[in-house]
Each structure stands twice: as C-alpha cells, then as structure tokens.
C-alpha cells in the first residue's frame, strides 16, 4: 500500500460532499442503508508482516481470505471469522461483527491495535499503536470499530495475530452446555454444537459424551440479522423465537449473539421485536429494506452525536449509515 | 478532587453469567478473593493488586503479568456506570455483546479520569484455568533470557504470563521474601502456561527446548501451589525490594515489539551506565512491555537531572525501535508533552476531538494526556477550583 495511494483518497475525501466507503459489498445491507456519495475503496495488500511479534498490518481493503492465508502460512491467523471471506478487513472492522469464535478469542475490537483512517476534511489521522500492549492516548481504534465508516474513512490496520490451533474439530452435545473451554458453543433450541481447539489428546478427552460433528451451518435467506442480548437472556429468547412463524436462528452461548433468518422481512421483525423484550437488540445484516437497521433509539445518542460532529461536523462520511 | 476510595462495595456477583458489579474503590485482588470460592477470578493481574483499586484500573487500562493472554483491562470491563463532568449519568457498553452505535466504553476505558467518573463497573469473571504450570528459567545473560522471550513469541507459544527480571532483581527479592529465585543467574524469566493437561505439558516442553537452545543454564517447574505462589510473590515484591538497594527509584514502562527485546534492553543498560546510574529490570517480557526502575538516592546533588536525561533516552529509545510511550501506566503529566514523539498534529487533534466530545470544557482531570495545543485554535484553562 502506497502513501501516495492514501493521500489520492485524502483528496478526493476532501473534495467530497458526500463519501461512502465501499468493500466488496459482502456486508453492504449492515446496518443502516447508505446514501448517496463519493464511494472510495481504501487500498489492499499486506503493508507489514511481523510474524515472530505476532503482529500484521494490512490495507483496509484486503480481504479475509488473503489476510488468513498470509497468517496461515506461518501458522498464525486472526480470528476475525466473517461469514464471507470475501469482506474486506477494512469492512468487518467497520461493521465491528465479531466472528463465531469470540467465546474463546474475544470480540473484533481486541484485535485491532492500530487503525489508520482519512478524516472529514482529508487528513490521514493514526490512532493506537503498533505493539500488543499501549494505552499511549485515547483508545481510537476502539471507536472505529463498529462505526460504519461515520467517523473517517479506514485505511490500513494493524492487527493482533494468534498462533494457529494445531488442532480443531466440531461436536455435537446431547444438551446445552458451558462445561467444556470450547472455542465456540453454538444452540439452535434443539442441537448442541462445540467447537473444540487445541492439542489432539485434550480434545479427545474433553470430547467423551460428544458426537463429532460437521460444522453448522448458520441460518441463512434473504432476510438476516444478528441479535445481542445479554447471554443470561438466550434461553428465555430462544424459547421466544422458536414460538416465532418464520424465523431460523442459532445463538452464540456464553457470547449473546443469535444469528437469525426470517422467510420474510416480517419474520425479521418478529425476531427484532422478541431482542426488545429481552433487553437486547437486533442488527439487521441482509434484506429487510425497509427496517431501520437498529431498530430502536440508539443508547446514549446524545453523547454519540457529539462524538460524530467532533469528526465529521458536515455529515458526510457514509451518510444515513448510524441512526444519529 | 473527587475521591472514590470509599465507594468500594461488591454490589453483585452473578456465577453464571460470570460478571460482577463492582464500586471503583473495590481492590484489585479482593475482588479476585471474593470470587474465588466459585472457580472464577478477575483477570487483569497488576502487580501493585493489593492496593491497587478496580476504578484506577479502568481509568489507566491496566495490565499484569496475566494480561499478555489474557488481555489487559478494556478486555474484561464490561459496562461502566460515569458521571460526566457536566453531572449527566450515563452507562456506556453493557452484557450483550455488541452496542448499538459507537463502542463508548471501549473510548473511557483507559482515559484517564478526563471523561468522566465511574461510579460502577461491570466486569467479566474468568473462570481458574483446568491446569496451570509455572516455570523459572535461568540464564547467565541478559541476551539470552530476552532471546528466548522472542524464541517462545516466534515459536508459536503464547504462554499466560511471561515475566523476566535481572539479576539486581532477583538478588533484592531473595533478600527480601526469599522466593527461591537462583542468586547466581544474570536474568530469570517466569514463565506460566495454562489451559488443559495435555496442552499445558506440550507448551512446557516447548518453552523448555526454546530456554535451553538459547543458553538456560536452569529450568525449573514449581512442584506444586506453594512453589507457584512463592515464586509469584517474589515477581509481586520486586518493587518494595527495591527499596533495599536505594531510597528513591524512577519507574518507567514503554512498550517495544517483541523482535526488538534483545537490543533495546542492551541499549537501556547503556544510558544508565552513561548517566552513572544503576538501572534494574523486572517486566512483562512477553508483552514487550519493559519497566527499567532507575534506582537513585535523591539527596545525591544533580542526580534529579540525570535520572531525567536517562529516563527520556530510553524512551527516545523504544520509540525508535518501533515501540511506544507507555503500555499500563498512562501518559498523564509525565508523558503528555512526549506524546509528538508518536502522533502527528493531526492524530493529536483527532484525540482532542474525541476528549472534547465527552468534556466540552476540559473540566475532567484538566490538562492531562494531551499536551498543550493539541487541538487546532484551542484555548486552554484550568477550571476554576481544579487541583492538577
């Protein structure tokens, strides 16, 4: 990634009434509906690899895919996990949709140690730092994670890495269950599944009383959308959601996510309507046109107001995408 | 001057969900203890966590020896209840997994005090790892120990805590607790790994091979829980052993990346040598997080000025080596005007930005972390009132 390649779309950012930044459009209907704007691609490739500090700086554009095969060649990955490996980092980490790996390896914004972005007005602006561990600052990329490009356009990240398991195999459990250090534990209201990661004998012990399973398959269609409730909540809310006509769903255990699909945008609803009841909330990730992709008053919109006009007073950068 | 020593009740403990609710006077460790009869424990590990307090925590994003797997605060902070300095109460993050909107915790943890005040915290419990094993490693050199450090980052190893300290260290801690640390060794790394039998026992071995082919002269495994917990005290006292060496000590923390440990640590003992002061070294090894103590006697005439002079050579020195300012303790005052030595004016104004959304009038710990002018036309004051 050039600096040169940067500065072009701090210029063409600054020049710009309206900017939207754009990926590979795997997770285009996240969230909010875009409006009109310049759409800038931000750069690809690996800008720095340092595999013996566990540390990997990409373009924002990158893809999934190519970053988890640079990693897995030297035995690393990071666990960013998208359901398209096609989406770009840059756009996982501006949607802030943590992978279904969380329960063992943590939400999307622990993996990020350093963003760069162009703001508003066209300056190239670095928040964070390059080593694992720095609190030298306000937390920036914190905020950039999660903020749908309102904030500044993403650049480049730089990211923790993880040694690769040497091992990882799915089960299935005959009842839900948070007995197992399980990278994932997935419930759909009638199957277990567990992800298992680690040394092959650990796993082979822990599994006694599991079925080895493929991996699941979450819930797909056209209309999609991902709930996040306390996860206390998730057995009352699955109960609430299997009463639901039209709705398929698979929830995160010990994590709070439930991944959900409706047959129809009214499905969706229905399941949105269901997170309210339990305190949480549902974003929606596909079709549903006509849902306002949070669903209800934003927490704090006050204070998020003012964080969003201390960045972009004039309200160009991906217009309409938060609710604010 | 607001003081939150006295709001120090644990107000919930939820074993299921594995979260409690915390005042931010609550201590550090005894919020560990409280929890501990349910197989759980707070994870972020500071060394000073007997005195320590949960809201200083959140406020500087502290770390410890167990943070280099486990992550440091912001990792295990929840949801915080802030009064913000206009007196609006506000709860940023919460216990569902995402919010919706901008991640506002995320931005006050770690701020410092300048966005506001918690008042209650909500913290993520960690449950006691299946197996644990903790090793001493021995080494009659600086290099070699911080070789290894970088062999076992490199080799695929990360283990749950990573600690080295140099033999002025040891040899104060042996003085002082008796931790059973080698008194003829240059450098000894702690090193803990967890997780389950089997992944524990590999993780052993390979820190074992990796210790010895860079030149270990001893690897020790401790027996059993006492062993553990006596090596980890002497890790924990190394600070109040100090004291046995010198009256004063300055402590700085910087935090370089971990292919770079070898040189920049030849480097720290360097300046200190060159400014005739004794520098001793005990710090999160695996993190890269160093914390040279330079040990000095304040009533020496013109020793404030060397230590000083050192003290920011070492700094300019991780810097250069790709490193930054501070890893756990914060910038505050001591490093608010080295903060152009890593951010352009414009990241700086990105942060002003930031800090001016949550405090408009800079009335929250004024004048800390960013240096003067950091916001483009900025008119800066001290609030009427306001200690600094």
């Not at chain 2, 107000?11 to 919020?31: F, K, Q, S």
């Not at chain 2, 749950?160 to 040899?171: F, N, Q, Y």
């Not at chain 2, 020793?303 to 300019?316: C, M, Q």
Request: aromatic share 4%; net charge negative; glycine share 10%.
């Amino acid at each position: 990634m050039t600096a040169s390649a940067v500065q072009a779309i701090a210029a063409s950012v600054a020049n710009a009434d309206a900017v939207v930044p754009v990926g590979t459009r795997t997770q285009w209907e996240t969230g909010n509906p875009s409006g009109e704007g310049l759409q800038i691609s931000a750069p690809a490739g690996i800008t720095r690899y340092e595999p013996d500090d566990l540390t990997i700086s990409v373009g924002a554009g990158t893809s999934c895919a190519v970053l988890d095969a640079t990693l897995a060649a030297h035995g690393q990955e990071c666990a960013l996990d998208p359901r398209d490996r096609a989406a770009t980092v840059g756009g996982v980490i501006a949607c802030g949709v943590s992978g279904i790996r969380r329960l063992r390896h943590g939400p999307l914004r622990d993996h990020v140690l350093e963003v760069r972005f162009v703001t508003a007005d066209g300056r190239v602006v670095k928040g964070g730092g390059p080593t694992v561990k720095n609190v030298t600052g306000y937390d920036l990329p914190r905020l950039l994670v999660g903020s749908f490009g309102t904030l500044g356009v993403l650049v480049q990240l730089t990211l923790r890495c993880r040694p690769r398991p040497a091992h990882a195999r799915w089960f299935r459990a005959p009842e839900p269950t948070d007995r197992f250090r399980a990278a994932a534990t997935l419930w759909d209201g009638r199957h277990t599944w567990i992800l298992l990661e680690g040394d092959e004998s650990d796993i082979e012990t822990q599994s006694s009383g599991l079925y080895p399973s493929e991996a699941p398959q979450l819930p797909d269609g056209e209309h999609r959308g991902r709930i996040s409730v306390a996860p206390g909540e998730l057995p009352a809310l699955g109960r609430d959601l299997d009463a639901l006509p039209g709705a398929r769903w698979c929830a995160e255990l010990g994590v709070g996510t439930v991944h959900v699909a409706g047959d129809d945008a009214a499905a969706l609803g229905r399941a949105r309507a269901a997170a309210h009841d339990h305190d949480g909330w549902l974003l929606r990730e596909a079709g549903a046109a006509e849902m306002d992709g949070f669903g209800r008053p934003l927490p704090n919109a006050e204070l998020m107001r003012r964080v969003k006009d201390a960045f972009d007073p004039a309200r160009k950068l991906a217009p309409g995408r938060l609710p604010l | 001057m607001i003081v939150t020593t006295r709001m120090n009740r644990l107000l919930d403990v939820d074993p299921h969900a594995r979260v409690a609710w915390v005042e931010p006077g609550v201590l550090n460790l005894d919020l560990t203890r409280a929890v501990s009869h349910l197989g759980l424990h707070y994870a972020p590990d500071p060394s000073s966590q007997q005195a320590c307090t949960i809201g200083g925590n959140v406020a500087t994003n502290a770390g410890g020896p167990h943070c280099l797997a486990a992550g440091v605060t912001s990792a295990h902070v929840l949801a915080v209840d802030v009064v913000l300095a206009d007196g609006e109460v506000v709860r940023l993050g919460g216990l569902a997994p995402d919010i919706a909107g901008y991640d506002l915790r995320g931005c006050f943890v770690g701020s410092e005090g300048t966005m506001g005040i918690a008042t209650r915290v909500a913290v993520r419990l960690t449950p006691d790892p299946p197996a644990v094993a903790t090793m001493l490693c021995a080494f009659d050199s600086i290099d070699a120990a911080a070789s290894t450090v970088t062999g076992t980052i490199a080799g695929g190893v990360l283990p749950a805590a990573l600690e080295m300290m140099d033999a002025r260290i040891t040899a104060a801690v042996e003085d002082f607790v008796g931790a059973g640390y080698p008194r003829d060794a240059q450098a000894v790394l702690l090193v803990e790994v967890d997780g389950l039998d089997r992944g524990v026992s590999a993780q052993v071995d390979a820190v074992r091979e990796i210790a010895l082919t860079n030149g270990a002269v001893s690897v020790r495994i401790a027996a059993d829980d006492a062993e553990r917990a006596l090596l980890w005290k002497g890790r924990k006292s190394a600070f109040g052993a100090i004291a046995r060496i010198a009256p004063d000590y300055y402590l700085h923390d910087a935090v370089v990346p971990r292919t770079r440990l070898v040189e920049v640590l030849r480097r720290v003992y360097e300046i200190a040598d060159a400014h005739q002061l004794i520098t001793m070294n005990v710090f999160h090894a695996g993190d890269g997080n160093l914390h040279p103590l330079i040990v000095f006697d304040r009533r020496e005439p013109g020793v404030w000025e060397r230590v000083y002079d050192a003290g920011s050579e070492i700094l300019t020195t991780c810097i250069a080596a790709g490193g930054v300012l501070t890893g756990e303790h914060g910038v505050g005052i001591e490093k608010r005007d080295l903060m152009p030595l890593l951010f352009s004016p414009d990241d700086l104004d990105a942060q002003a930005r930031l800090r001016d959304a949550f405090d408009p009038d800079g009335a929250a710990n004024p004048l800390k972390v960013l240096p003067r002018g950091s916001r483009c036309g900025e008119l800066q004051r001290v609030p009427d009132g306001a200690w600094i």
